[in-house]
């Protein structure tokens, strides 16, 4: 599968090439993804800290989607656990769009699990549950764990991952999922909840699923 991606935001180009490379060491062997800047334009957002941004990031990642060439494309995805574009009212695409959170989110719902997350700031976490609540996922098990965290700390591993490992303690979820896209997590623990990468079991579960549309034999990607 050739998968197109967006960032969610402006970003340089370090920060552009670090994604990059994130992507290239989670994906399973049959899967692809080749991902761009959003741009510099006035209605691109340089960072999710309010509800304005989230709703210019919504805008502009739709559109930049549907603007794009398709040529050797299968899918789309935004390099975003909040999923802009994806989901109920979303506007069709050219090519079916994929959500990290919808299908992170919708595998661990499937197992009966309680979920939490935690997430950058408050305005990430209010999107990310209004964005659950419409995939029927059921609520998560805890309201959304606000880090405090700035842009700068999600390139940032080991300010991110203290931060979450404080958070985790007082939580009681079986697994909680780590609303970012772009987190590379130190760990795992030992002990509480599971935090799960959603970029990471997202990928896995669409390598799975173009296994079994091209003939699955049982291997789980690796």
Not at 34 to 50: D, F, I, K, Y
Not at 69 to 75: L, N
Request: charged share 20%.
């Amino acid at each position: 599968m050739r998968i197109l991606a967006v960032t969610p935001i402006a970003v340089s180009d370090d920060e552009l090439a670090r994604r990059q490379q994130r992507y290239n060491r989670l994906v399973p062997a049959n899967i692809s993804v080749r991902l761009h800047n959003l741009g510099t334009g006035p209605a691109v957002p340089s960072a999710l800290e309010n509800d304005d941004d989230i709703a210019a990031s919504e805008a502009a990642v739709t559109a930049w989607f549907a603007a794009a060439d398709v040529q050797d494309v299968d899918a789309f995805l935004p390099d975003c656990v909040l999923d802009p574009g994806v989901g109920p009212g979303s506007l069709p695409q050219q090519r079916p769009v994929l959500g990290l959170l919808r299908l992170a989110a919708g595998f661990l719902a499937a197992t009966g699990a309680g979920i939490g997350a935690v997430a950058r700031n408050g305005a990430i976490a209010a999107e990310l549950e209004r964005k659950l609540s419409t995939y029927g996922t059921g609520p998560l098990h805890e309201p959304v764990t606000v880090l405090g965290l700035s842009l700068a700390d999600v390139a940032d591993d080991a300010a991110w991952s203290g931060a979450v490992d404080t958070a985790l303690e007082t939580m009681s979820a079986e697994y909680v999922l780590n609303a970012c896209s772009a987190v590379n997590l130190i760990g795992p623990r030992s002990d509480g909840p599971v935090l799960v990468d959603p970029t990471a079991l997202a990928l896995r579960l669409a390598g799975l699923l173009d296994s079994h549309r091209n003939g699955f034999s049982g291997a789980v990607p690796a």
